[in-house]
């Protein structure tokens, strides 16, 4: 087998292509890490030919086929975190729903889920996305979760789908003045990869609570991750967006909810975009509606 690091520039240069192209676009730590340093030396087999009767007798340890370490970096201390990535279980979903439930405020709110640590998304993301926009708006969008721009913000909706959302905000009069944005998770999944539905399972009541807390007079769910959370249905984005669901909060308030198509999916699908601006349309008759 050949050397699992390459040494010279276009071999570097086609090995970092091919992690980008994986969805490794960041490091995670500010220099490299040298795993195969921190590699153990297996215990030797027991010889499968020795007789069941005689006690082998003490043997040198096996000398194992190490990889040539000399080209690489030496391992920097690894990062020190008060807390350590886990797995995360129901014990932790059980705090994030008390932390959520009582918490009285959206700042409250806010420092809960700052320290909270049973999310592992927490450690490979830079900030924690809150929300962005106006807490006493009659509207609240809620997306997926955060991109790269997002994450290095630590604002919603900054990046290339935020500007589109931005131009369907101001297409039915509205703004970042006027509306309050947040995510279901709220931070951001390395390289962008889709959250599992154990993460979505924590996340879900600091939404819930933030939806409860803002109290809008409408919800927009962006894309099917947000409705399919927040409505409790398992329906397509397709088949939801453009009618009317309910979103309810755990003290019992029924909000009104227009699930429509994510700006990520419409910067791909730009032919769907007159979709969504019907959907628009309908929140800004509701919000016209209700006075
Ligand atoms: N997509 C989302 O769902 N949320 C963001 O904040 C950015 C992109």
């Known amino acids: 087998m050949t050397a699992a690091f390459p040494n010279n520039p276009n071999d570097i240069a086609d090995l970092?292509?091919?992690?980008?192209?994986?969805?490794?676009?960041?490091?995670?730590?500010?220099?490299?890490?040298?795993?195969f340093a921190e590699m153990t030396p297996k215990p030797p087999r027991p010889e499968a030919t020795a007789p069941a009767r005689e006690t082998p007798a003490p043997r040198p340890p096996a000398q194992q086929p190490r990889p040539d370490?000399?080209?690489?970096?030496?391992?920097?201390p690894a990062r020190v975190s008060s807390a350590t990535a886990t797995v995360?279980?129901?014990a932790q979903a059980a705090l994030a729903r008390q932390l959520a439930a009582t918490a009285s405020s959206l700042d409250e709110l806010r420092q809960r889920m700052a320290g909270f640590d049973g999310c592992n998304l927490k450690f490979t993301a830079k900030n924690l996305v809150?929300?962005?926009?106006n807490p006493e708006a009659s509207v609240m969008l809620v997306g997926e979760a955060p991109g790269r721009d997002e994450d290095i913000e630590g604002l919603p909706f900054v990046g290339r789908s935020?500007?589109?959302?931005?131009?369907?905000?101001?297409?039915?009069?509205?703004?970042?003045?006027s509306v309050y944005i947040a995510n279901v998770i709220p931070w951001r999944p390395p390289g962008n990869r889709t959250p599992t539905p154990h993460e979505t399972e924590i996340c879900r009541p600091f939404i819930e609570r933030q939806i409860e807390l803002v109290n809008p007079r409408v919800l927009v769910n962006l894309g099917g991750p947000s409705a399919k959370t927040l409505l409790n249905t398992t329906e397509g984005i397709l088949r939801l967006r453009g009618n009317w669901r309910v979103h309810m909060t755990a003290s019992g308030t029924a909000i009104p909810a227009m699930p429509t198509l994510h700006p990520a999916y419409l910067l791909r699908t730009p032919a769907h975009k007159k979709l969504a601006w019907r959907d628009f349309l309908e929140v800004k008759?509701?919000?016209?509606a209700l006075g």
């Open 16 to 35: 970092l292509a091919f992690y980008a192209s994986a969805g490794v676009d960041e490091a995670l730590e500010e220099a490299p890490v040298n795993r």
């Open 69 to 76: 370490m000399s080209r690489l970096p030496d391992a920097p």
């Open 88 to 90: 995360p279980d129901e």
């Open 130 to 133: 809150f929300a962005d926009g």
């Open 162 to 177: 935020g500007r589109l959302l931005d131009r369907m905000l101001a297409a039915i009069g509205l703004d970042r003045t």
């Open 285 to 288: 008759a509701k919000l016209r």
